[in-house]
């Protein structure tokens, strides 16, 4: 059922929120008891007590009224607990809402629950789950992963027969990754285009908060109504936001394709469906140009990684077992006291990436690293501005292979696991709007191509998806 259906039947009271709420709840526990995606509940029957009753008055309103959301686990939701998926913030139960939690709340949203992710966002396969959390497992086959970071959001989506949105975050691909891997529409604003109050960060200038559903209407429906301006965040952009709900009309729309994407490197039926998929928006009127993309192919990877890293290294320095995370005896001089309350709450994936930040932006190492890195951004990013001026809109596969098994992931060394993200760091680099839509499956595994737009054209990209139909 499209989210605008149910909304609009939960209003006339043609649906007893409480009753459904409590068959979602006990669906939402049968699916995570065996395939891992909520780590905490939220209190959804007094929520759905509350919009029954102004239901049954004739004062229900907003556009998500009744509507069940999930939320990835590093955006605060009062009262209920809120990790990042790290033991470091075990307990933690935010005392204020996330700006997009306040959105979702007035427009009538129900809270689920928060959801499983890589800790603190730090990887792409959600096997890097803090010390303590399990880590999801695919929808559709549970040896294989959900894709991250926001595994948990992506594996309830595909999963629960119950209409549901999620709010997820990419930092360099965490939402389009996981939503090609279990066959979910994955929906990126522009940098700033939604508030990061409330985020529990990773790296600053890169993150995002974002969507998921099981079609572009519904992912876009969401990200309409947590989009704009918010005085709590100074990153967040004053451009309005218009209205998301276009039709998906692209006679004449110039679609680029991306060479360096299509490498030799990528599976053969994964670039088989993602051509098809090309050719059909080509048979509803868009124009297909090649476009080169060198800087953004060739250094989007370790300029990527050399910011992220060296921005969590700053912004988790913060956890040292006094004033912010989980603490321990306070018995011995502070620097070892620091390590061995970070040593023993951090997972070895989130102690890898704190180090390799720590050194990169170390005096010495600053200029060959953190600064080279910064100023291939900017090369980056003018490299994109000259491209928007030849084409709408880019279309690349969302992740070069479908969703490998656990096993497979065990053999592969940290480099290559960061190499995955190959195709999605680029975008999220220069904090451009993408769109991963499912386009079909190989030996029954998803799918996915991307859709990414210039600055704030967030409109172009869902306008792109509506046309392919999903």
């Known amino acids: 059922m499209i989210i605008r259906d149910f909304v ?9 929120l409480v009753e459904h709420t409590h068959k979602a709840v006990e669906e939402a526990q049968k699916i995570s008891k065996e395939y891992r995606y909520i780590t905490a ?33 590093n955006i605060c939701v009062k009262g209920v607990e809120s990790t990042a998926g790290s033991a470091i913030l075990k307990g933690y139960k935010p005392l204020f809402n996330a700006t997009v939690i306040e959105k979702c709340l007035a427009e009538g949203a129900i809270i ?14 959600s096997v890097n789950t803090g010390i303590g959390y399990e880590k999801p497992l695919n929808p559709l086959d549970k040896k294989r992963t959900t894709g991250g970071s926001s595994g948990g959001a992506a594996g309830l ?48 200038s890169l993150d995002k908060i974002g969507t998921m559903a099981l079609n572009v209407e519904d992912a876009a429906l969401l990200l309409q109504l947590i989009s704009g301006e918010d005085v709590k965040d100074s990153t967040s952009a004053s451009i309005p936001v218009p209205s998301y709900e276009v039709p998906g009309a692209i006679q004449g729309l110039r679609i680029g394709i991306v060479k360096e994407a299509f490498s030799e490197g990528m599976d053969a039926s994964v670039r088989r469906l993602i051509m098809n998929a090309i050719h059909s928006l080509e048979q509803k009127g868009a124009r297909r140009l090649e476009i080169l993309l060198p800087l953004a192919s060739n250094y989007g990877l370790p300029a990527y990684y050399t910011l992220a890293l060296s921005e969590s290294s700053t912004n988790l320095a913060k956890y040292c077992g006094l004033r912010y995370g989980a603490s321990d005896q306070l018995n011995a001089p502070y620097n070892e006291y620091f390590a061995r309350v970070r040593s023993n709450h951090f997972g070895q994936e989130a102690k890898r990436r704190l180090l390799l930040g720590t050194f990169a932006r170390m005096a010495g190492h600053r200029d060959a690293f953190y600064t080279k890195a910064a100023q291939i951004r900017t090369k980056i990013l003018q490299e994109y501005v000259e491209v928007f001026k030849k084409v709408d809109v880019l279309i690349t596969p969302t992740m070069p292979i479908v969703a490998p098994t656990f096993d497979e992931l065990k053999n592969l060394t940290p480099l290559q696991h960061y190499a995955m993200d190959v195709l999605t760091v680029a975008p999220n680099l220069a904090g451009l709007p993408h769109l991963s839509i499912p386009c079909g499956t190989h030996n029954n595994l998803p799918v996915g191509f991307m859709i990414t737009g210039n600055h704030f054209a967030e409109q172009k990209i869902i306008q792109v998806g509506r046309a392919y139909g999903a």
């Open 8 to 16: 609009a039947n939960a209003k006339k009271g043609n649906i007893d």
């Open 41 to 73: 509940w939220a209190d959804t029957i007094s929520r759905a007590e509350e919009l029954q009753k102004q239901a049954t008055t004739g004062n229900a309103q907003g556009k998500l009224f009744g509507v069940i959301i999930s939320v990835k686990d």
């Open 112 to 125: 689920l629950g928060k959801t499983a992710q890589d800790e603190f966002g730090f990887g792409g396969f």
């Open 157 to 204: 989506t595909r999963k629960a027969t119950f209409p549901h949105l999620a709010l997820a975050e990419s930092t360099g691909g965490s939402i389009a990754n996981p939503a090609a891997f279990c066959g979910v529409v994955g929906l990126t604003p522009t940098y700033g285009r939604v508030s990061r109050y409330g985020l529990i960060d990773y790296a600053n």
